[in-house]
């Protein structure tokens, strides 16, 4: 199992803590640090969605200008996009033996693990 994120992102520390508290064991992998492959977000964008994996509430999504905005409009963009920007990607994500979660809350998280 592996969680995807950013060290200083509230809802990734909760997750963490989350997964840690329940002794589930996983392997972190900081975007910051160790950025992500274009293969892996291709994966995620094909089971999830791309417009899923897109944060477009966050500071970085509003510091774009308006024309780059537009042009997010499919897949190959947005990939293209978090690949710059990969603090643009909704966190944290989970990925539990292929089987891809985003966000957290402790309630889904308690459900995914219950299968």
């Given at each position: 199992m592996k969680l995807?994120?950013?060290p200083n992102c509230d809802t990734v520390k909760k997750a963490k803590t989350w997964l840690t508290e329940q002794g589930h064991d996983f392997e972190w992998h900081d975007y910051k640090k160790t950025g992500i492959s274009?293969?892996?977000l291709e994966q995620w964008a094909d089971q999830i969605g791309w417009e899923t994996l897109l944060n477009r509430q966050g500071t970085t999504w509003r510091k774009?200008?308006?024309?780059?905005?537009?042009?997010?409009?499919?897949?190959?963009?947005?990939?293209?996009?978090?690949?710059i920007h990969t603090s643009i990607i909704k966190r944290p994500i989970l990925d539990n033996n292929g089987t891809i979660t985003v966000g957290f809350k402790p309630d889904m998280y308690a459900a995914l693990f219950s299968r």
């Open positions: 995807y994120g950013i274009a293969e892996t774009l200008d308006a024309d780059t905005k537009t042009k997010i409009d499919n897949k190959q963009a947005a990939i293209a996009l978090m690949l």
